[in-house]
């Protein structure tokens, strides 16, 4: 069997870096460890010998002064390899989740959402929507196949529905209100490009994206999502001062707050570990305070709106 010491080390392998680097106090925790007991978990490298998991108690080692021990990782999927050895004992909080999410992707941008969903444990409607951000910014390739959870090759996106046909006469409305309700009826099921279109024509038009939304019947941020993606600019919203950074901001918490009220329901708080309990109540409690503090600001922007 080869010994491999600290000095046949030639770098870090990019799957080291998935998952956070530990804060100075648990190292330091670890290093303790360490010094009392060994490092019980060898450092795993490459056969090229890169780093591939154990950054932290490679760390440790060196405070706790004790000599590293390394193993070598013979099988194929080191990536997978890494994620395996942290994901159930790292305890990553959302922002740290869709931060790992974006790293696979960018590393796996091929596999589909339901496949990288199972390996991290998380939502595939949370992955879809980090994946969508990230080639909304041209960060990662918009593929038009996908690997599946069994290595099977599957579109990116499932065939679009046919639009239905439009009446070659307008609808007629019995009021005057229904004019509308009868307009937005004849657009339904439009494909996003097509809804594109219209956007950049009602934009050039000096249109806002409210005023926009209503007329082709979608919703205004649905509306300021489409120009985002397809870089159609809507001068209307910016002469009204509407800070685009803060509104994709607010709808990417929104679209994580929608995954986290359809996921919540499903935890059974009976086979909750008891010992991690406080640690998710306290980070609850203070995601919650934060979105109380947003809560308010947006009651009293839509008070001081009327």
Known sequence: MTVIREEDITGIHEAAD??????????AELADDIRRNGLLVPILVTQDRKLLDGRNRMTATTIADVEPKFVEYTGDDPVGAVISMNIRRRHLNNKQKRELIEKLLRMRSDKSNKAIADQLQVDDKTVASVRADLEGRSEIPNADTRTDTLGRQQPASKPERPTPAEPEEPIEAEHPGDALAAHVAQRRGMPAAARAVQIEELAKAGKDSKTIGTEIGIAPDRVRRLARENAIPIPADQRKGIDQESVRIMEKTVDTLDVLTMDLPQINFNRLPKEEIPHWSSTMKAALKEI?????ELAARAKGSK
């Open 18 to 27: 998935l998952f956070p680097e530990m804060g100075e106090e648990e190292i």
């Open 292 to 296: 109380g503090k947003v809560d308010r």
